[in-house]
Protein backbone atom coordinates (compact mmCIF):
# COMPACT_ATOMS: atom_id res chain seq x y z
CA UNK A 1 0.00 0.00 0.00
CA UNK A 2 3.11 2.56 0.59
CA UNK A 3 4.52 2.35 -2.96
CA UNK A 4 1.15 2.57 -3.97
CA UNK A 5 0.52 5.23 -2.53
CA UNK A 6 3.93 6.91 -3.52
CA UNK A 7 2.98 5.92 -6.87
CA UNK A 8 0.19 8.07 -6.60
CA UNK A 9 2.19 10.79 -4.65
CA UNK A 10 5.44 10.95 -7.38
CA UNK A 11 3.10 12.22 -10.51
CA UNK A 12 3.76 15.85 -9.11
CA UNK A 13 7.18 15.26 -10.48
CA UNK A 14 6.15 14.11 -14.56
CA UNK A 15 6.69 16.54 -16.59
CA UNK A 16 3.71 18.94 -17.12
CA UNK A 17 2.29 17.63 -20.25
CA UNK A 18 2.54 14.15 -19.22
CA UNK A 19 0.86 14.63 -16.04
CA UNK A 20 -1.90 16.79 -18.21
CA UNK A 21 -2.51 13.64 -19.76
CA UNK A 22 -2.09 10.86 -16.99
CA UNK A 23 -5.60 9.13 -17.51
CA UNK A 24 -5.69 5.89 -15.01
CA UNK A 25 -3.37 4.49 -12.64
CA UNK A 26 -3.72 0.65 -12.39
CA UNK A 27 -2.52 -1.75 -9.34
CA UNK A 28 -1.85 -5.86 -9.47
CA UNK A 29 0.91 -8.37 -9.19
CA UNK A 30 2.68 -5.81 -6.91
CA UNK A 31 3.33 -3.39 -9.72
CA UNK A 32 1.90 0.40 -10.30
CA UNK A 33 1.30 0.97 -13.80
CA UNK A 34 0.20 4.30 -14.98
CA UNK A 35 -1.69 5.04 -18.63
CA UNK A 36 -1.07 8.52 -20.79
CA UNK A 37 -3.54 9.36 -23.36
CA UNK A 38 -0.79 11.91 -25.18
CA UNK A 39 -1.34 14.15 -28.07
CA UNK A 40 1.87 12.51 -29.63
CA UNK A 41 0.16 9.18 -28.56
CA UNK A 42 -0.41 6.66 -25.94
CA UNK A 43 2.18 6.21 -23.43
CA UNK A 44 2.37 3.66 -20.51
CA UNK A 45 4.65 3.63 -17.77
CA UNK A 46 5.36 1.47 -14.99
CA UNK A 47 6.46 3.06 -11.15
CA UNK A 48 9.81 0.81 -10.15
CA UNK A 49 12.35 2.25 -7.85
CA UNK A 50 10.76 5.27 -6.94
CA UNK A 51 10.69 6.55 -10.15
CA UNK A 52 7.88 6.46 -13.45
CA UNK A 53 9.83 4.26 -16.60
CA UNK A 54 8.06 3.64 -19.85
CA UNK A 55 6.64 0.80 -21.21
CA UNK A 56 6.85 -0.84 -24.63
CA UNK A 57 3.72 -3.16 -25.36
CA UNK A 58 5.73 -5.17 -27.95
CA UNK A 59 8.13 -6.52 -24.93
CA UNK A 60 4.99 -7.87 -22.86
CA UNK A 61 6.69 -11.62 -21.89
CA UNK A 62 3.06 -12.68 -20.85
CA UNK A 63 1.19 -11.79 -24.06
CA UNK A 64 1.79 -14.52 -26.82
CA UNK A 65 0.27 -11.34 -29.47
CA UNK A 66 3.36 -9.26 -28.17
CA UNK A 67 5.68 -11.82 -28.24
CA UNK A 68 4.11 -13.09 -32.08
CA UNK A 69 4.63 -9.44 -33.45
CA UNK A 70 8.06 -9.21 -32.10
CA UNK A 71 9.23 -12.23 -33.38
CA UNK A 72 7.21 -11.51 -36.57
CA UNK A 73 10.08 -8.67 -37.29
CA UNK A 74 6.98 -5.99 -36.76
CA UNK A 75 8.43 -2.67 -35.94
CA UNK A 76 6.92 -0.49 -33.69
CA UNK A 77 5.79 2.06 -35.73
CA UNK A 78 3.74 -0.49 -37.93
CA UNK A 79 2.00 -1.52 -34.98
CA UNK A 80 -1.22 0.66 -33.65
CA UNK A 81 -2.02 -0.14 -30.16
CA UNK A 82 -5.19 0.45 -29.51
CA UNK A 83 -5.73 -0.58 -26.16
CA UNK A 84 -3.09 -2.02 -23.79
CA UNK A 85 -3.60 -3.33 -20.39
CA UNK A 86 0.20 -4.72 -19.12
CA UNK A 87 0.14 -8.81 -19.08
CA UNK A 88 -3.33 -8.78 -19.19
CA UNK A 89 -4.52 -7.15 -22.51
CA UNK A 90 -3.39 -5.97 -25.80
CA UNK A 91 -5.25 -4.79 -28.88
CA UNK A 92 -3.82 -3.71 -32.18
CA UNK A 93 -3.89 -3.31 -36.14
CA UNK A 94 -0.97 -3.88 -38.41
CA UNK A 95 -0.12 -0.82 -41.37
CA UNK A 96 -0.93 -3.20 -44.74
CA UNK A 97 -3.65 -5.33 -42.70
CA UNK A 98 -6.42 -2.45 -41.86
CA UNK A 99 -9.45 -4.55 -42.11
CA UNK A 100 -8.13 -6.90 -39.13
CA UNK A 101 -8.49 -6.07 -35.52
CA UNK A 102 -5.81 -8.54 -33.18
CA UNK A 103 -6.28 -8.90 -29.64
CA UNK A 104 -4.07 -10.92 -27.20
CA UNK A 105 -4.79 -11.86 -23.90
CA UNK A 106 -2.47 -13.59 -21.33
CA UNK A 107 -2.23 -17.77 -22.05
CA UNK A 108 -5.90 -19.50 -21.07
CA UNK A 109 -8.08 -16.11 -21.05
CA UNK A 110 -8.52 -16.51 -25.36
CA UNK A 111 -11.25 -19.34 -25.16
CA UNK A 112 -13.29 -17.66 -22.56
CA UNK A 113 -13.00 -14.48 -24.82
CA UNK A 114 -14.28 -16.39 -27.61
CA UNK A 115 -16.67 -18.42 -26.44
CA UNK A 116 -18.15 -15.44 -24.98
CA UNK A 117 -17.98 -13.73 -28.36
CA UNK A 118 -19.81 -16.40 -30.45
CA UNK A 119 -22.25 -16.05 -27.83
CA UNK A 120 -23.10 -12.33 -28.37
CA UNK A 121 -23.10 -13.16 -31.74
CA UNK A 122 -25.84 -15.77 -31.72
CA UNK A 123 -27.63 -13.29 -29.44
CA UNK A 124 -28.86 -10.73 -32.33
CA UNK A 125 -30.26 -7.37 -31.23
CA UNK A 126 -26.78 -5.71 -32.33
CA UNK A 127 -24.08 -5.95 -34.84
CA UNK A 128 -21.32 -7.55 -33.71
CA UNK A 129 -17.99 -7.65 -35.28
CA UNK A 130 -16.79 -10.90 -36.84
CA UNK A 131 -14.49 -13.47 -35.49
CA UNK A 132 -12.36 -14.45 -38.35
CA UNK A 133 -10.03 -16.65 -36.43
CA UNK A 134 -9.51 -18.19 -32.94
CA UNK A 135 -5.46 -18.51 -32.55
CA UNK A 136 -5.58 -20.26 -29.07
CA UNK A 137 -1.70 -21.12 -28.74
CA UNK A 138 -0.95 -17.45 -29.47
CA UNK A 139 -3.72 -16.68 -27.21
CA UNK A 140 -4.97 -13.94 -30.03
CA UNK A 141 -8.64 -13.49 -30.88
CA UNK A 142 -8.88 -11.84 -34.97
CA UNK A 143 -12.09 -9.87 -35.68
CA UNK A 144 -12.94 -7.74 -39.13
CA UNK A 145 -12.89 -4.25 -38.81
CA UNK A 146 -16.37 -2.11 -38.67
CA UNK A 147 -16.29 0.87 -40.14
CA UNK A 148 -18.79 3.86 -38.03
CA UNK A 149 -18.91 6.36 -36.14
CA UNK A 150 -18.49 7.12 -32.52
CA UNK A 151 -22.03 7.35 -30.52
CA UNK A 152 -22.58 11.67 -30.33
CA UNK A 153 -24.10 12.73 -26.94
CA UNK A 154 -26.43 15.25 -28.16
CA UNK A 155 -29.89 15.68 -28.67
CA UNK A 156 -29.87 14.75 -32.25
CA UNK A 157 -29.22 11.29 -31.00
CA UNK A 158 -32.24 10.81 -29.44
CA UNK A 159 -33.59 8.07 -32.23
CA UNK A 160 -30.26 6.37 -32.18
CA UNK A 161 -30.34 6.07 -28.31
CA UNK A 162 -34.10 4.37 -28.77
CA UNK A 163 -32.59 2.07 -31.33
CA UNK A 164 -29.96 1.05 -28.70
CA UNK A 165 -32.53 0.15 -26.66
CA UNK A 166 -34.64 -2.24 -28.83
CA UNK A 167 -31.76 -3.83 -29.50
CA UNK A 168 -30.50 -4.40 -25.73
CA UNK A 169 -33.81 -5.76 -24.98
CA UNK A 170 -33.75 -8.52 -28.02
CA UNK A 171 -30.03 -9.07 -26.53
CA UNK A 172 -31.01 -9.38 -22.87
CA UNK A 173 -34.05 -11.78 -24.26
CA UNK A 174 -32.05 -14.29 -26.65
CA UNK A 175 -32.12 -18.00 -24.85
CA UNK A 176 -28.13 -18.34 -25.36
CA UNK A 177 -26.32 -20.87 -23.80
CA UNK A 178 -23.27 -19.63 -22.12
CA UNK A 179 -21.40 -21.33 -19.31
CA UNK A 180 -20.31 -18.55 -16.64
CA UNK A 181 -21.96 -18.35 -13.38
CA UNK A 182 -24.67 -15.37 -13.39
CA UNK A 183 -23.59 -12.03 -11.74
CA UNK A 184 -26.04 -11.36 -8.84
CA UNK A 185 -26.47 -8.43 -6.71
CA UNK A 186 -23.86 -9.62 -4.32
CA UNK A 187 -21.12 -9.75 -6.79
CA UNK A 188 -21.72 -6.08 -7.70
CA UNK A 189 -21.75 -4.96 -4.47
CA UNK A 190 -18.15 -7.21 -3.85
CA UNK A 191 -16.65 -5.41 -6.64
CA UNK A 192 -17.78 -2.10 -5.03
CA UNK A 193 -15.33 -3.60 -1.73
CA UNK A 194 -12.54 -4.87 -4.56
CA UNK A 195 -12.68 -1.02 -5.92
CA UNK A 196 -12.92 0.51 -2.45
CA UNK A 197 -9.73 -1.07 -1.63
CA UNK A 198 -7.69 -0.61 -4.51
CA UNK A 199 -8.46 3.33 -4.19
CA UNK A 200 -7.64 3.28 -0.51
CA UNK A 201 -4.75 1.66 -1.26
CA UNK A 202 -3.66 4.16 -3.92
CA UNK A 203 -5.04 7.40 -2.20
CA UNK A 204 -5.28 6.59 1.50
CA UNK A 205 -8.81 7.72 1.41
CA UNK A 206 -11.92 7.27 -0.29
CA UNK A 207 -14.69 9.84 -1.43
CA UNK A 208 -16.70 11.68 0.58
CA UNK A 209 -19.32 10.20 2.16
CA UNK A 210 -18.51 7.25 -0.25
CA UNK A 211 -18.80 4.77 3.01
CA UNK A 212 -22.25 5.64 4.30
CA UNK A 213 -23.86 5.50 0.84
CA UNK A 214 -22.17 2.38 0.41
CA UNK A 215 -23.41 0.65 3.53
CA UNK A 216 -27.06 2.56 2.33
CA UNK A 217 -26.98 0.87 -0.56
CA UNK A 218 -26.28 -2.61 1.18
CA UNK A 219 -29.81 -2.00 3.30
CA UNK A 220 -31.68 -1.26 0.43
CA UNK A 221 -30.40 -4.50 -1.25
CA UNK A 222 -31.93 -6.70 1.25
CA UNK A 223 -35.44 -5.91 -0.14
CA UNK A 224 -35.09 -5.43 -3.85
CA UNK A 225 -37.23 -7.44 -5.52
CA UNK A 226 -36.08 -10.85 -7.35
CA UNK A 227 -34.17 -10.43 -10.60
CA UNK A 228 -35.07 -11.05 -14.20
CA UNK A 229 -31.89 -12.47 -15.69
CA UNK A 230 -30.91 -11.78 -19.22
CA UNK A 231 -28.18 -11.95 -20.95
CA UNK A 232 -25.81 -9.21 -19.71
CA UNK A 233 -22.66 -7.30 -21.10
CA UNK A 234 -21.80 -5.97 -18.06
CA UNK A 235 -19.57 -3.25 -19.37
CA UNK A 236 -22.22 -0.86 -21.12
CA UNK A 237 -21.05 2.53 -21.77
CA UNK A 238 -21.90 4.95 -24.51
CA UNK A 239 -18.08 4.03 -25.84
CA UNK A 240 -19.02 0.40 -26.63
CA UNK A 241 -21.08 1.28 -29.51
CA UNK A 242 -20.53 2.05 -33.16
CA UNK A 243 -22.87 4.04 -35.23
CA UNK A 244 -23.57 2.05 -38.25
CA UNK A 245 -26.06 1.61 -40.82
CA UNK A 246 -28.94 -1.00 -39.96
CA UNK A 247 -28.56 -1.81 -36.62
CA UNK A 248 -26.16 -0.40 -33.46
CA UNK A 249 -22.66 -2.39 -33.55
CA UNK A 250 -21.68 -3.55 -30.07
CA UNK A 251 -18.16 -4.16 -28.72
CA UNK A 252 -16.44 -5.99 -25.88
CA UNK A 253 -17.77 -8.82 -24.61
CA UNK A 254 -15.18 -9.95 -21.97
CA UNK A 255 -17.50 -9.42 -19.06
CA UNK A 256 -20.49 -11.06 -21.02
CA UNK A 257 -22.63 -12.97 -18.56
CA UNK A 258 -26.04 -13.49 -17.51
CA UNK A 259 -27.25 -11.20 -14.88
CA UNK A 260 -30.61 -8.59 -13.93
CA UNK A 261 -31.91 -6.99 -16.96
CA UNK A 262 -31.40 -3.83 -15.28
CA UNK A 263 -28.01 -4.01 -14.75
CA UNK A 264 -26.95 -2.64 -18.35
CA UNK A 265 -29.42 0.06 -18.45
CA UNK A 266 -28.23 1.54 -15.25
CA UNK A 267 -24.80 1.01 -16.19
CA UNK A 268 -24.85 2.75 -19.62
CA UNK A 269 -27.47 5.75 -18.06
CA UNK A 270 -24.77 6.38 -14.85
CA UNK A 271 -22.12 6.91 -18.17
CA UNK A 272 -24.72 9.46 -19.50
CA UNK A 273 -24.09 11.67 -16.81
CA UNK A 274 -20.94 10.68 -16.07
CA UNK A 275 -20.08 12.24 -19.67
CA UNK A 276 -22.18 15.64 -19.00
CA UNK A 277 -20.03 16.11 -15.84
CA UNK A 278 -17.06 15.12 -18.27
CA UNK A 279 -18.20 18.46 -20.15
CA UNK A 280 -18.99 15.41 -23.20
CA UNK A 281 -22.39 16.37 -23.29
CA UNK A 282 -24.67 18.97 -21.36
CA UNK A 283 -26.84 17.11 -18.95
CA UNK A 284 -30.44 18.19 -20.66
CA UNK A 285 -29.13 16.29 -23.85
CA UNK A 286 -28.18 13.19 -21.36
CA UNK A 287 -31.45 13.46 -19.68
CA UNK A 288 -33.24 13.25 -23.30
CA UNK A 289 -30.85 10.53 -24.12
CA UNK A 290 -31.51 8.58 -21.22
CA UNK A 291 -35.07 8.85 -21.24
CA UNK A 292 -35.13 7.57 -25.29
CA UNK A 293 -32.74 4.89 -24.61
CA UNK A 294 -35.06 3.57 -21.67
CA UNK A 295 -37.90 4.04 -23.68
CA UNK A 296 -36.45 1.59 -26.64
CA UNK A 297 -35.88 -0.58 -23.60
CA UNK A 298 -39.32 -0.71 -22.85
CA UNK A 299 -39.16 -2.35 -19.67
CA UNK A 300 -40.88 0.65 -17.14
CA UNK A 301 -44.34 -1.94 -16.66
CA UNK A 302 -42.11 -5.03 -15.96
CA UNK A 303 -43.06 -5.71 -12.07
CA UNK A 304 -39.98 -4.70 -9.78
CA UNK A 305 -37.76 -3.22 -13.17
CA UNK A 306 -37.74 0.52 -11.38
CA UNK A 307 -36.69 -0.35 -7.68
CA UNK A 308 -33.95 -2.44 -9.55
CA UNK A 309 -32.42 -0.27 -12.00
CA UNK A 310 -32.78 2.29 -9.35
CA UNK A 311 -30.34 0.59 -7.00
CA UNK A 312 -28.01 -0.50 -9.54
CA UNK A 313 -28.45 2.78 -10.64
CA UNK A 314 -26.87 3.70 -7.17
CA UNK A 315 -24.37 1.37 -7.67
CA UNK A 316 -23.10 1.93 -11.09
CA UNK A 317 -22.26 5.72 -9.44
CA UNK A 318 -20.38 4.74 -6.43
CA UNK A 319 -18.40 2.63 -8.67
CA UNK A 320 -17.60 5.21 -11.00
CA UNK A 321 -16.59 7.72 -8.12
CA UNK A 322 -14.14 4.90 -7.22
CA UNK A 323 -12.80 4.32 -11.13
CA UNK A 324 -12.43 8.01 -11.60
CA UNK A 325 -10.64 8.71 -8.43
CA UNK A 326 -7.61 6.96 -9.84
CA UNK A 327 -7.93 8.71 -13.13
CA UNK A 328 -5.50 11.71 -12.58
CA UNK A 329 -7.09 14.45 -15.18
CA UNK A 330 -11.05 13.52 -13.26
CA UNK A 331 -9.82 13.93 -9.14
CA UNK A 332 -13.05 16.65 -9.73
CA UNK A 333 -15.43 13.98 -10.64
CA UNK A 334 -15.22 11.55 -7.33
CA UNK A 335 -17.21 13.69 -4.73
CA UNK A 336 -20.41 14.51 -7.89
CA UNK A 337 -20.55 11.18 -8.42
CA UNK A 338 -20.51 9.76 -4.95
CA UNK A 339 -23.64 12.64 -5.13
CA UNK A 340 -24.74 11.41 -7.55
CA UNK A 341 -25.52 7.59 -6.06
CA UNK A 342 -26.90 9.20 -2.86
CA UNK A 343 -29.52 10.72 -4.96
CA UNK A 344 -30.22 7.80 -6.75
CA UNK A 345 -30.61 5.96 -3.11
CA UNK A 346 -32.52 8.48 -2.11
CA UNK A 347 -35.74 7.53 -4.96
CA UNK A 348 -35.66 3.83 -3.09
CA UNK A 349 -36.98 5.69 0.26
CA UNK A 350 -39.29 8.45 -1.39
Keep these: MKDAISAW ?36 LRFEDGAWNELDPLDDERLPLAVRLRAAGHAREEVRVLA ?3 GRRLVVRLAGDEERIYKGTRKGRSEPASAAHRSAEAAGGFAIPPLLEHDEPNATLVFGFIRGETLRLVTDATDELGRIGAALREFQEARVEFQREPFGLERELAVLDTWSERVEGLRGRLPRGWSSARDELR ?15 RDLHDGQFLVTPGRPTLLDFDLLTHADVALDPANLCAHL ?78
Design 9 to 44: DSLGVLDGATRASAERIDTGRGTTTLFVDAPAGPRW
Design 219 to 233: EHARSTPAPALGLCH
Design 84 to 86: YRP
Design 273 to 350: HLRALQGQANEDAAVQLERAFLGGLDRADDPGFDQRFTLYLASSYLRLALVYSVRPRWTELPDPLTRLGRNALRLLTA
